[in-house]
């Protein structure tokens, strides 16, 4: 059975975007800020289109608030420098425990706000 998601690849994928931690980070902030301003603005005679804006802008933000996450997470996996086989063992439960939790949240943002465009 091959195994389509593990640890190391996740590992690999962080090492490849770890120059964009900061910055992902930086842009949720600023974007959940500039969310917490526009949502202040909207009054019922606010076109729908600048509602969808500001929703989008709030899922933007959760989608690199999650994806700075995960460099973050996975840049360095703690059992690839650890020697004693029990700690081994313990560090990649955990890394097999975040890789099944961020196999789940990575795609989230994106498909709630899909679904709630579709549903209202």
């Known amino acids: ?20 931690r900061w910055k992902l980070l930086l842009w949720s902030l600023l974007a959940f800020l500039l969310f917490t301003v526009l949502q202040n603005q909207v009054v019922p005679a606010t076109p729908s289109a600048l509602i969808w804006l500001v929703i989008f802008i709030l899922f933007a933000a959760l989608q690199a608030l999650v994806i700075a996450s995960f460099i973050f997470f996975f840049r360095i996996l703690p059992s690839a420098k650890n020697n004693n086989k029990q700690w081994h063992k313990f560090y990649r439960t955990i890394e097999w425990c975040e890789t099944i939790l961020f196999g789940f949240i990575l795609p989230l943002p994106a498909l709630l706000f899909i679904y709630a465009f579709f549903t209202i």
């Open 1 to 20: 059975m091959k195994i389509w998601v593990s640890p190391e690849m996740f590992n690999n994928i962080a090492i490849t975007l770890a120059e964009y």
